[in-house]
């Protein structure tokens, strides 16, 4: 199984940016996907999970602001980022779900992207 994780950048407070993953080697639309995040010094956090039924959840510091959606047809999922924060810079990195462990934990997931760095200034 493969992820990439694409559309990171450096952005002003307030912009926007839509990172994609794209998913190779599984049956994608059978598989929850996640979104985590680790800024320099952080561990690495939640950030948003779909299922493979498109049922979403978010960490309480993007709710209302970001977005996690998937296109099965493409085997991709999505991060739409509105109203872009200082505090929301870190590499943002995609995960395949497993089938045990919680979505908003590390260990709820199998595979991972090599991640892709989100940089916003103020």
Known sequence: VQLQASGGGLVQAGGSLRLSCAVSGQTFRSYGMGWFRQAPGK???FVAAITGGSSTNYADSVKGRFTISRDNAKNTVYL????????????YYCASRSWSGS?????????????TQVTVSS
Do not use: F, I
Not at 103 to 115: D, E, H, M, P
């Open 80 to 91: 739409q980022m509105n109203s872009l924060k200082p505090e929301d810079t870190a590499v």
């Open 103 to 115: 979505y908003s934990s590390l260990t709820g997931y199998s595979y991972w992207g090599q991640g």
């Open 43 to 45: 561990e690495r956090e």
